[in-house]
Nanobody, 121 residues
């Protein structure tokens, strides 16, 4: 049974930090490109950051570049998002997504249920 379980969300003051985790099970984690998305109330879901299956390539949304760091541990089947210098506009439900690679060949995607991040004083 495939599972993606996010954790680490919560309430944090502006300027603070949080570390999100996404624990994967039920599939071969190292064969999947992993991503973090977020969705704020009334807004579309947007890509925050992504990391290649081997962890050697990352990309970030412009709005989080320099503040967020995505990483993964294939031995632990876990992906992380270190979020620093948080802003109120970072408040959203954060979701992890797994995409089978190569994505040009496979159309297999899994989503977690999300974890809520609230940045407020």
């Amino acid at each position: 049974q495939v599972q993606l379980v996010e954790s680490g969300g919560g309430l944090v003051q502006p300027g603070g930090s949080l570390r999100l985790s996404c624990a994967a099970s039920g599939f071969t984690f190292s064969n999947y490109r992993m991503s973090w998305f977020r969705q704020a109330p009334g807004k579309e879901r947007e890509l925050v950051a992504a990391i290649a299956s081997a962890g050697d390539t990352t990309n970030y949304a412009h709005s989080v570049k320099g503040r967020f760091t995505i990483s993964r541990d294939n031995a632990k089947n876990t992906m992380y998002l270190q979020m620093n210098s948080l802003k109120p506009e970072d408040s959203a439900v954060y979701y992890c997504k797994a995409a089978r690679t190569p994505t040009s060949y496979y159309n297999i995607n899994y989503w977690g249920k999300g974890t809520l991040v609230t940045v407020s004083s």
